[in-house]
Structures are given as C-alpha cells and as structure tokens.
C-alpha cells in the first residue's frame, strides 16, 4: 500500500494524498448522518488528466475507488470502507467556457453548482438546476445523481441539463464526449451511462450543460388549500392559464408547514396554519408588467373557482426568499431525534391515499410518531422527515418498511432524485424489476469488472 501511495503522490502532487489523521473530518459530511471516515487514504487530483492516471494506478494494484463529489449526498452513496481510497474531485474547480452564444457552460466536475450558476448569470443566462444544497453540491455530483431540486417541472432533471460529458473509466481510459449540441443522435448517447450511475460506471471530471435564457420577471405566491382535489387542480389550471412559464409547484402538507413556521423559528406564518395543504409556486417570463397582471389573473380565478383557499402574493425580492427560506428549512429536521429521511415519487392520482397510509401506519405503530411531508409535487416528488420509535434509530428498518412497501402497489419509486446509494439498496426490486436489475449489472461487469469504482453502491455484483 506504501508504494501506491507513493505512486499516487507522484501523479498528483504535494499535498494530495492525504493519510492517517490527515483524513479525520472527512467523512462523507451528510447532514442525514454521516461516517467517520475509514478510508485507506483520501486523494485529491487537480486535473481530470490527473484523476485518470490516479484511477489508473488503482485500476493495476486492485485498489476500490469511492468518488467523492460536494458530500451532499443523502443515501450513504460515498460511505468508504477501511480497504478503500476516496477519489475527491474537490480541487477540480476550472469553469473552462460560458458560450453566450450556444447556451452552454464547460466546466470541471468539482465546480459547485452555485459557482456554475453564477457564472451563467454573469453572461445574462440561467442554469435552471438548482436545489438547497447549491453552495456545496457539485457539479460531478449533480449529474452522477441525476439530481433534480425545485425547478425540474419546467427545466427537466439534471439529465436533461447535461449535453455532453468526459469520464474515466474503471482503468483509466477517458471517454471524451464533450459535446454542445442539442441535437446529435450519431450512435448512442454515451453520457447517459454515467449520469445517475453515482459513480459505479465511471468518474465524471468535465461537463457541458445547457443554459437558459435569463428570466426577466418572477412571480412567487404561497396558497392555501381545502383538500388534495385542490392541489391537483390548482396545478392543470396554473400551468395551463401561465402558458409554460410555470417553473416551480412546491406542495407542503399542514405537518410539515406548521413545523417550519412554529413560534421557536422565529418566523411570522405567511397564511394561518389551520390548512391541510399549502403550495408554493413561482412563474418566470420575460414581460414584467404582462407577467405579473397574467399571474395575479390565474391566481384570481382559480380563487373564484374554489380552489384556493387563501394567498399571498410576493411584491419584492425580500419577500420571496423569505418564502423559499421557509420552504428549504429542512436543517430545522435535524433537531428530530429520531430522523429518518425519505425522498420518494408516487403518481399524482395515488400520492394523498399514499402519504395518508404512510401517516396512519406510523401513528399506529408509534402513537408519538411525527411524518412532515413536503415536496415538488408536479414531478411526483414527495419528501418525508420521519421521527418515530427509539431514539438512536434502532427502529429504522420498520420504519422505511413502513414507507416503501406501498409504493411497489401504485408503481411509485424509492428514489425520486437522491439515489440508491447504500441506504436504499435493500429495497431496489421495488421499482426495478428483475431484468432490470440484470442489466445494471450487466453494464456494472462490462465498464468495471473488477467490481472497483464504488463498490457496493446501488447493487450488489
């Protein structure tokens, strides 16, 4: 092991190979609960040419690889073992090119998405990707997840966001497929292999990603709701009524409204609490005037029609992040003890009988039992913070039984944009069928067959 270290020193530099009490504090840093750190050692290359000669290195001693991104993940997915090497993407932080022209932006995987956004908007464009975790997520990371946050209703999952990729394989070699076009179907889409594969296939250094024209105005309003009924309406009429400018329909269930506004945060309830459901929704055009007086009409007459119970409409910037603030408060949750949580997607038509099974089950099972359920609801995403039975989360496994075992009945999903990681791997075949789960690992032995490049994530070999 010394002399790969040795090896991996001199591929990548002074100071990027960290070992021993060098890594203390570098575990995979998940608010969830994350791991002390047992790797063998922690290496940060500085280039992608860099992270292809250290996998090479890795690929010829039989050395495991974790990938390491912003170490936002929420599945365990960069747990490492004491046998293992972290592979941190960290110091890969180069924006290469922002083509106001084209719409795109190339960048290195360690580039956070905060940064990449930023630079987009510097260029009078938008990266429409965007979620709570945007300081310290990475770009990498985002694409190896196939991430997806508040604005995939109108701009699509991270997938549909990336145009072209480069990744090293399992034994170094780099597959360069940096490409800028929308439209290019000359064989298959390579980059699909590794966008969502979390690390298992390949390791994401480079990307292009597709940009956005840049709003001009943006309408926010939080709404009040009688019933679920409500809620679906509400969305067929506003996405209809706003002509495709419907950017975000953020649902939050009374539970998880009423824990975000209680009197201990400090924060004044926008609309009383004594609503079943609440949704925060958002617009983004490019008329100022025209936008808001069509937003505010939508709003109007869906209130005429019974649908919505009670409104606020923002009128400054102030006033919509204060919304958003309330809306991704779900560090509050960590106060829970215990906190399991989950991060599904259900079909419109089964997700309020669902979140009521859930809820029922729980409280029969543990009468104190809490569920705040919350989520992006137009793309069939729900999130729920779950506190049940003991306290140092001994009742886990009943718990995501609880959870997950419906969804298989209503053809829902364990993972809506999280991933599998370690923590969901037991209950895959929920969702997935056989065959399916065979041809995971069919490409699983065909791109690293010595079972190297996050070994055990997602499936097993």
Not at 43 to 56: D, E, I, K, Y
Not at 58 to 71: D, E, I, K, N, Y
Not at 182 to 193: Q, T
Not at 300 to 314: K, Y
Request: proline share 5%.
């Amino acid at each position: 092991m010394s002399d790969l270290l040795d090896q991996l020193r001199a591929a990548t530099g002074p100071g990027a190979v960290l070992a021993g009490e060098a890594i203390a504090g570098y575990g995979p840093g998940s608010w969830s609960g994350g791991q002390t750190p047992t790797a063998l050692a922690v290496v940060q290359p500085g280039s992608p040419g860099q992270v292809a000669a250290v996998v090479a290195l890795c690929h010829a001693a039989r050395q495991p690889l974790v990938v390491h991104g912003g170490r936002t993940g929420l599945v365990h997915g960069t747990d490492s073992g004491p046998g293992e090497i972290v592979l941190s993407l960290a110091r890969l932080q180069r924006i290469e090119a922002v083509d106001p022209v084209g719409r795109t932006l190339t960048a290195e995987a360690g580039v956070t998405l905060q940064a990449a956004q930023e630079a987009a908007e510097a260029a009078g464009l938008l990266l429409p990707l965007d979620m709570g975790s945007r300081g310290s997520a990475t770009l990498g990371g985002v694409a190896a997840t196939n991430a997806g946050g508040n604005r995939v209703l109108r701009y699509g999952m991270a997938r549909m966001l990336v145009l072209g990729l480069e990744a090293v394989l399992a034994d170094g070699t780099v597959v360069s497929a940096l490409n800028r076009m929308l439209k290019n179907n000359a064989g298959l889409d390579l980059k699909h292999a590794f966008i969502g594969s979390e690390g298992t296939l390949g390791v994401i250094t480079r990307l292009v990603l597709r940009l956005a024209p840049r709003p001009v105005s943006r309408q926010t309003a939080l709404v009040a709701l009688r019933d679920f009924a409500a809620m679906t309406a509400l969305l067929n009429r506003v996405d209809a009524g706003l002509g495709g400018t419907l950017s975000a329909f953020e649902a939050l269930w009374q539970s998880y409204y009423g824990y975000v506004t209680a009197p201990q945060t400090g924060r004044t309830p926008p609309l009383p609490g004594n609503y079943p459901y609440y949704v925060l929704l958002e617009a983004e055009g490019g008329e100022v005037q025209a936008d808001a007086h069509r937003f505010e009409a939508v709003l109007a007459q869906a209130h005429e029609a019974g649908l919505i119970a009670d409104a606020v409409i923002t009128s400054s910037d102030r006033e919509r992040d204060a919304l958003w603030a309330m809306r991704d408060d779900v560090m509050r949750l960590t106060l829970l003890r215990p906190l399991f949580l989950f991060d599904v997607s259900a079909p419109l038509v089964a997700m309020e009988a669902y979140v009521a099974a859930v809820s029922s089950a729980l409280a029969a099972r543990w009468p104190d039992s809490h569920c705040y359920t919350f989520g992006h609801l137009a793309d069939g995403n729900l999130h729920l913070a779950v506190s049940a039975g003991d306290p140092a989360g001994a009742d886990r496994a009943e718990v995501e039984r609880l959870v997950y075992g419906p969804l298989q009945a209503i053809g829902g999903s364990v993972s809506a944009e999280h991933g599998i990681g370690l923590e969901k791997k037991p209950y895959l075949a929920l969702c997935r069928s056989s065959a399916e789960i065979a041809l995971m690992r069919t490409l699983k032995h065909a791109l690293d067959p010595l079972g190297l490049l996050n070994p055990g994530k997602i499936i097993d070999p």
